[in-house]
């Protein structure tokens, strides 16, 4: 029985011996050990997604999409290799498992996914004849080969996610504690469509989208080129940044003022206070409720405000200098 790779799992492998003997189902145990520690580093280190590859190109007078070659990893962690340019129907509709399944409506969005699966080949005569092949013959190899899957799209594309770990600055402590929730949290069971989602495509002629649906595996080259990206970003920054000070994640009723004021101070790119630029504007950006007058706040180039909660509920207000792009998030409850 081939193992579930979707589950968590003691590995179990051969322990060799002489005289030991060798048969398909401890063959099979040498199979499924190293495949299942493959998927499960794929799944957790990598994840889901394209590794590279896999361009869906649409060529609009022709009405032809076609697949490039490349690789993913699917949910449970399989790599799936497409070694070739592979034309894609997009007008019939498949199943789960790549077979057609009838011709997708008229105006339809279609979602190309890309799917693993095996193909058994190679068939070699059978010498010691059992139940399980009366032919006397039976396949010999399995190629790891994949499928196409066109399927109607039942929900927009999903929005790019933002940041997962809340609103910045954290201190040492709370994003040591949000990564370790994070990662704690991470381990769930892979569930449902399991394939990787390339593209999509509205019937009969576009629009073509082959970005929004797709995952994309981040290998440790992108991962280089995209901190440099971000260094060569901050060092750009302008030299007056807006930065937090107190206030954040406060409470109090609908309509009353919070207890401590927010405060954010105006610093240069080293981190030195900055008194000569113009006060920072506060912006309520949700729940309705207002700020008082900017005055100076305890230390130099602080800012401070006092904060009056809206209707009850979550309450957002930012705070950022005109000389800077960037801005400082605070948060609050209002209590009913």
């Known amino acids: 029985m081939p193992i579930d790779l979707t589950l968590l799992a003691a590995p179990e492998r051969n322990r060799y011996f002489y005289g030991l003997m060798m048969d398909a189902e401890r063959f099979q145990k040498d199979q499924d050990y190293f495949n299942l520690k493959r998927s499960l580093l794929n799944r957790f280190v990598a994840g889901r997604g394209v590794v590279c590859g896999l361009n869906l190109s649409f060529d609009k007078a022709k009405s032809e999409l076609t697949l490039g070659p490349g690789m993913a990893l699917d949910g449970r962690g399989r790599e799936i290799i497409v070694p070739a340019a592979t034309p894609v129907d997009f007008t019939q509709l498949t199943d789960a498992h790549g077979k057609p399944a009838g011709p997708a409506p008229s105006g339809a969005t279609v979602l190309i996914s890309l799917a693993y699966a095996e193909t058994k080949i190679d068939p070699v005569a059978v010498l010691v004849p059992d139940c399980d092949h009366p032919n006397g013959c039976?396949?010999?190899?399995?190629?790891?080969?994949?499928?196409?899957?066109?399927?109607?799209a039942k929900a927009p594309p999903p929005k790019i996610p933002g940041c997962v770990f809340g609103s910045a600055p954290l201190t040492p402590d709370e994003q040591q504690m949000l990564i370790v929730k994070w990662i704690a949290d991470s381990l769930k069971p892979p569930t449902g469509d399991l394939?990787?989602?390339?593209?999509?495509?509205?019937?009969?002629?576009?629009?073509?989208?082959?970005?929004?649906?797709?995952?994309?595996?981040?290998?440790?080259?992108?991962?280089?080129?995209?901190?440099v990206c971000l260094g060569a970003r901050v060092a750009a920054i302008p030299t007056?940044?807006?930065?937090?000070v107190s206030g954040d994640n406060q409470s109090a009723k609908a309509g009353k003022t919070l207890a401590a004021p927010l405060v954010v101070a105006l610093?240069?790119?080293?981190?030195?206070?900055?008194?000569?630029?113009?006060?920072?504007?506060?912006?309520?950006?949700?729940?309705?409720?207002?700020?008082?007058?900017?005055?100076?706040?305890?230390?130099?180039?602080?800012?401070?405000?006092?904060?009056?909660?809206?209707?009850?509920?979550?309450?957002?207000?930012?705070?950022?200098s005109p000389?800077?792009?960037?801005?400082?998030?605070?948060?609050?409850?209002?209590?009913?």
Request: proline residues 7%; glycine residues 10%; aromatic residues 6%.
């Open 267 to 320: 610093v240069d790119n080293s981190g030195n206070p900055v008194t000569s630029a113009s006060a920072p504007v506060f912006t309520v950006e949700a729940g309705g409720g207002s700020v008082s007058a900017v005055v100076a706040g305890p230390g130099p180039g602080q800012y401070q405000t006092n904060w009056t909660m809206g209707s009850a509920g979550a309450q957002t207000v930012t705070a950022k």
């Open 138 to 152: 039976a396949p010999s190899a399995i190629e790891e080969d994949y499928a196409v899957l066109v399927r109607e």
């Open 195 to 227: 394939s990787v989602p390339l593209g999509r495509i509205t019937l009969p002629d576009g629009p073509w989208d082959a970005v929004s649906d797709r995952h994309v595996v981040y290998d440790n080259t992108l991962l280089h080129d995209l901190i």
């Open 323 to 336: 000389q800077s792009t960037i801005a400082v998030t605070f948060n609050a409850t209002a209590k009913p």
């Open 240 to 244: 007056v940044i807006t930065t937090y």
